[in-house]
């Protein structure tokens, strides 16, 4: 059974930051990418970053270019996204998604794997 699950959303202050963790079971980590996904009240949900586990190729949306590390520890089957610098905009529940074969994409539809989601909300 292929699970995803999320840890490490939170409260924090505008400025603040928070890792959030994925861990993956039940396929193979290497052949997967693994991003994070976002969605605000009221909004589609959106790419935040994603990462190749094999090559560590990264990929980040504009909005959080600079401000956010996604990295992964293969031997752990985890995947980690460095929240730095939170603005109230990025209030959101974050998913861990995974996609095989095809590399890292920023639209929901292209992902196989979802997790439950964590939430983040950032005060001003």
């Known amino acids: 059974e292929v699970q995803l699950v999320e840890s490490g959303g939170g409260l924090v202050q505008a400025g603040g930051s928070l890792r959030l963790s994925c861990v993956a079971s039940?396929?193979?980590?290497?052949?997967?990418?693994i991003g994070w996904f976002r969605q605000a009240p009221g909004k589609e949900r959106e790419g935040v970053s994603c990462i190749t586990s094999s090559d560590k190729n990264t990929h980040y949306a504009d909005s959080v270019k600079g401000r956010f590390t996604i990295s992964s520890d293969n031997a752990k089957n985890t995947v980690y996204l460095q929240m730095n610098r939170l603005k109230p905009e990025d209030t959101a529940v974050y998913y861990c998604?995974?996609?095989?074969?095809?590399?890292?994409?920023?639209?929901?539809?292209?992902?196989?794997?979802w997790g439950k989601g964590t939430l983040v909300t950032v005060s001003s």
């Open positions: 039940g396929f193979t980590f290497d052949d997967y990418a």
């Open positions: 998604t995974a996609r095989s074969g095809f590399g890292c994409s920023d639209t929901p539809h292209d992902m196989d794997y």
